[in-house]
């Protein structure tokens, strides 16, 4: 079945630095992935919609300065924190699909604690 | 604008016990929905999903869920659950995967 690799899977990093999360389809190509953020005991909130080969869709509310999205190929799309701030801290989360006709494939998570 | 309500937020049955959790969408157009499952310490698994064609959707594990598009609901059911089935649930719709805010679901042994 199709495979989403997120790395690294934590990350400690300090206030004012930045700190690049990378997501991957393994066996398949992914013309759209999704960035999620989940805090604890909540539900996943979408960040963005990262689109190969031209510029993400960001929702409302989420600064696209901030968190960076590059989507270079159809087996990889970055994000990027920067300037990270210790209410940063999140669990981040990404998904592929390729047509969405198979549903969508979720990563298993980057844990990012900014001290 | 896409919206999905779950209305249960913590679940508790006893082994054997039947399960429906509610899942309500406002959409105004085509809709695809989903459930995932996350299991305590892993990432995100796809339950089922509902496309078009039969509105009552069978998936992993036992688990089914009936679309009824005049309630805007997509339920998930089980009739006999287990331990095992000790989760949190999410239901989702659309392109964007719009969630729920997730039914934590305890099965007592």
């Known amino acids: 079945g199709a495979v989403v690799s997120q790395h690294p899977s934590r990350v400690i990093c300090k206030s004012g630095t930045s700190v690049k999360i990378e997501c991957r389809s393994l066996?398949?190509?992914?013309?759209?992935m999704f960035w999620y953020r989940q805090f604890p005991k909540q539900s996943l909130m979408l960040m963005a919609t990262s689109n190969e080969g031209s510029k993400a869709t960001y929702e409302q509310g989420v600064e696209k300065d901030k968190f960076l999205i590059n989507h270079a190929s159809l087996t990889l799309s970055t994000l990027t924190v920067t300037s990270a701030h210790p209410e940063d801290s999140s669990f981040y989360i990404c998904?592929?699909?390729?047509?969405?006709?198979?549903?969508?494939?979720f990563g298993s998570g980057t844990r990012l604690t900014v001290v | 604008a896409q919206s999905v309500s779950q209305h249960n937020h913590h679940v508790i049955l006893s082994e054997a016990a039947s399960l429906e959790l509610g899942c309500n969408y406002s959409?105004?157009?085509?809709?695809?929905l989903f459930w995932y499952v996350q299991y305590p310490g892993q990432h995100l698994q796809l339950l089922l999903k509902y496309f078009s064609g039969d509105p009552l959707v069978k998936g992993i594990k036992g688990f089914e869920a009936e679309f009824i598009k005049s309630k805007f609901s997509f339920n998930l059911r089980k009739p006999s659950v287990q331990w095992s089935d000790t989760a949190e649930y999410f239901c989702a719709v659309n392109d964007k995967i719009i969630f729920g805010k997730g039914t934590r679901l305890h099965i007592l042994p």
């Open positions: 998904s592929a699909s390729d047509t969405g006709a198979y549903g969508y494939t």
């Open positions: 959409y105004g157009g085509t809709v695809n």
């Open positions: 066996d398949f190509q992914a013309t759209t």
